[in-house]
């Protein structure tokens, strides 16, 4: 990962500062790739074997088409010259074919950065999103005093990150004024600097937090302020 120890110890001073001013529990977790997504580089390599050998077998048969119409006889001298090679050697050919753009393309599609790019946006938003929801009830963010955690999550394989809030904050905050402190985070991971994105997250989120839950007489500290590198599942 990108994140060093210095910067380990920035955020948790971030958390320590925002959570000093709310009732409130920030948690903030970073993952390398929300997922392997093994079925990215099947579905491309069957793709790719089922397609190309047609697409190249189209082309050929339009190529020879268009060079034997002119030829003395027309279509019917062009058909009665064409080569016609044994099925049995021909579906072998083609099979064999299949089989080496499968292996080709499965190898290529296995690369990270390949994967990932070739892997629908909709699918690694719903997986950076599925590996948050496990994250919020995992860290116990949902067993606070008084249901007010909210977890800062970022996924730098797909550089996308979430913000998810418990019952008791989303009474009083709507979803959407999340979005910047996801922006915020966001810009940092996709600039390298995913340390100054999870600084700026936390520190809106505080500001949004202390307009709704300010800090009272007795505010425990429920949860670690730690940052938490969490593994490839």
Request: charged content about 20%.
């Amino acid at each position: 990962m990108l994140l060093t120890s210095a910067d380990h110890e920035r955020i948790a001073d971030a958390v320590a500062a925002a959570e000093a001013k709310i009732r409130g529990e920030i948690v903030c977790v970073v993952i390398d790739e929300a997922s392997p997504y093994p079925e990215t580089p099947l579905a491309w390599a069957a793709f790719g074997a089922l397609v190309l050998p047609l697409a190249g077998l189209a082309l050929l048969k339009v190529t020879a088409a268009l060079r034997h119409f002119d030829a003395p006889g027309g279509w019917a001298a062009a058909q009665a010259a064409a080569p016609h090679a044994p099925v049995l050697i021909a579906l072998t050919g083609y099979a064999l074919l299949q089989c080496l753009l499968f292996v080709g393309i499965f190898a290529v599609a296995l690369v990270p950065p390949v994967r990932r790019s070739l892997t629908p946006s909709l699918l690694k938003r719903a997986r950076v999103r599925e590996r948050a929801v496990q994250q919020f009830f995992a860290r116990g963010l949902h067993k606070t005093r008084e249901r007010t955690g909210v977890l800062i999550f970022a996924s730098l394989g797909e550089r996308q990150a979430e913000v998810l809030a418990d019952v008791g904050i989303d009474e009083k905050v709507a979803a959407s004024d999340w979005e910047a402190a996801i922006a915020d985070l966001v810009a940092g991971v996709r600039a390298g600097r995913p340390a100054d994105g999870f600084v700026a997250a936390i520190e809106r989120c505080g500001r949004l937090l202390a307009q709704h839950f300010p800090a009272g007489s007795e505010d425990p500290d429920e949860l670690p302020n730690a940052l938490v590198e969490s593994p490839q599942r």
